[in-house]
Each structure stands twice: as C-alpha cells, then as structure tokens.
C-alpha cells in the first residue's frame, strides 16, 4: 500500500494516489493497492464518504508506459495489468450495483488526469478541481481504444467527448466545469478543503438514503454498455500486437515523434 494512502478524517476516507515522482501513473503495486483501498472503504462502516485524490502535481497520469513497453519486451500481454492485477471492483468502482462502492465517492483532482486517471474522476460521483488540473483522454496517444472514452461519452457531449478521444488534446478545469465534468474549481491550497466540506454536507443524509439515491441515478443514467466494453477489448486486443502500438510506446518513452505505418 506505498503507493496508496488510505487515511480516515472521522467518517469520511481519504485514498491518495502516492507516487509523485511519476506523476501517480498507474503501476501494477498501485493498481493492487487501490483495489484494497476500495475494499476496506466499502466494508468500513463508519466510513461513509471517501475522497480519492493524488499527491505532487498529477491526479493521475494513465498506466506506466515504461512498465507496459517493459512487458511487451518480455513477451506479456499488454491487457495484463488489468487481467491479473487490477480487480473489477477499482475498474468500474460504481458500476456493480449492490456488490461494489455503494457509498458516495468524491474525486479531488489536484493536477494531470489522463487515461486511466481520467476513468478514475469520471467514475466518481462528485469531482472537485484545482484550477491547474488538466483533463485528457490520451490512449489514441499511445495507437489504443480506451475505456474512459466509452465511459465519458455516457456522461458528457458527443462532440466533445469525440474530440477529446481523436485529438488526444487536453482541456483546463474551467472547461471541465463548464461542460459538466467536475462540480466546482477551487484554487489549489483549498482542494481537499472544499472536497471535506462536501463530504460533510452529504453526511447529512441517511447513510442507505445516500446508497440508494446514487444507485438510482447511476441505474437511469447508464445504458447497458456491454457491447461498447466488448468491442474496446477486440479493438485493443488487436491494436496490443500492432507494430504501431509497440512504436508508440517506444516513442512516449524516448520523448520524439512516432513514425507509424498502418501495421
């Protein structure tokens, strides 16, 4: 649990991605550590809110290129880390209905958040940012499908959503607020400060009366999606054995330009 602090403020946990000096991007003992952290919270029962946000200057960064070029060099399949480290329960957290984090979660996003760290906030129920958070879906970045595009389409316009995904461009908290991403931008020092008062107007409310309320909307908000999930694993399946995939990674690491070629 290096990698993730789980902490409790009264009733409400707090789990903070910690590994600053890659910018909290996701690794395989980090993955294990906040699926554990999303257990303890759920089975905790004074624990009512949970807040998940990240040190240094990333919310979250996406997965370790390093370490998934370090796999592809070792011959590992690059779906891995999901398939053997990372449980459904950290995956889609508020997606399982009544065995899942049933409890209200808030996403403080103090910096970068981007792949995976960008499934991470959208999969929060309430999403406070600082104002020099950025926002980005980057896995065209990187020649693959990811799943916080599928997730953010649900959520927000077609067309920006859309963008974002074939852009691979980032956008500014103010822009997050402004199409709906995140609940409120306050100024760096006063994050996790606002997100706790949050927590605590929510802890007003009947602690089932909460759980319910969230499943309801969450069950009329979302669609069935399993073909949408389906065809994200045939698509990367593919796109994990591409030439450009493998160029990609290679490229994000050596910090130039890829030379793709359509294989």
């Known amino acids: 649990m290096e990698q993730v602090d789980y902490r409790k403020d009264g009733s409400v946990a707090i789990i903070t991605l910690n590994r600053p000096q890659k910018l909290n991007a ?7 550590g906040l699926a554990q952290a999303w257990i303890d919270f759920q089975s905790d029962e004074e624990a009512r809110v949970a807040i998940l946000t990240g040190t240094g200057r990333a919310f979250c960064a996406g997965i370790d290129v ?31 209905g009544l065995t899942g984090v049933t409890k209200p979660v808030i996403a403080a996003i103090n910096g970068l958040a981007t792949g995976i760290g960008f499934h991470l906030l ?15 879906l980057a896995e065209v970045g990187v020649g693959l499908v990811g799943a916080e595009g599928r997730v953010a389409a649900q959520r927000l316009p077609l067309a920006v959503t ?7 461009d980032f956008i500014t908290a103010q822009r997050a607020y402004e199409i709906g991403l995140v609940n409120r931008v306050v100024p760096r020092p006063r994050l996790l400060e606002e997100a ?12 089932k009366a909460l759980s319910y309320n969230k499943l309801a909307v969450l069950k009329a908000a979302r669609p069935p999606n399993e073909p949408a999930e389906l065809l994200t694993r045939v698509f990367n399946k593919e796109l994990f054995a591409s030439e450009d995939h493998r160029e990609a990674l290679a490229a994000f690491v050596e910090k130039r330009s890829p030379r793709f070629t359509g294989r």
């Open 26 to 32: 996701l690794s395989p003992a980090m993955a294990r």
């Open 196 to 207: 706790l008062a949050l927590a605590q107007r929510l802890q007003r409310h009947a602690p």
């Open 66 to 96: 390093r370490d998934r070029q370090e796999r592809a060099k070792a011959g590992v399949p690059g779906t891995a880390l999901f398939a053997h480290d990372l449980p459904d329960l950290y995956l889609r957290p508020h997606e399982w």
């Open 122 to 136: 959208i999969a929060a129920d309430l999403r406070v940012a600082a104002e020099e958070a950025t926002f980005g």
């Open 162 to 168: 859309m963008e974002m995904a074939l852009t691979g």
